[in-house]
């Protein structure tokens, strides 16, 4: 597509994901040991992704990330 000067765009959304931490770190490992790792984690409200991809290129360009998913939201990402 880049050799026939075409510049193709993609936009998509992702609602609703969570912004999680976990409450303790990752126990270290020890030889011949399967690494440990937390399960508890604290929950800090959701995100809203708001994302372009470059489809020639394979990459994100200019990604939105906020509390809300709103027409305005998407209007002023656009």
Do not use: C
């Amino acid at each position: 597509m880049l050799e026939q000067g075409i510049h193709l765009i993609s936009t998509d959304e992702m609602t609703g994901i969570q912004a999680l931490e976990r409450l303790f770190p990752n126990k270290r490992i020890k030889p011949k040991q399967v690494e440990k790792i937390e399960f508890e984690y604290e929950r800090h409200g959701t995100l809203s992704l708001i994302a372009n991809w470059d489809v020639a290129r394979g990459k994100v360009v200019s990604p939105s990330i906020g509390p809300t998913r709103t027409e305005q939201d998407f209007s002023e990402h656009i």
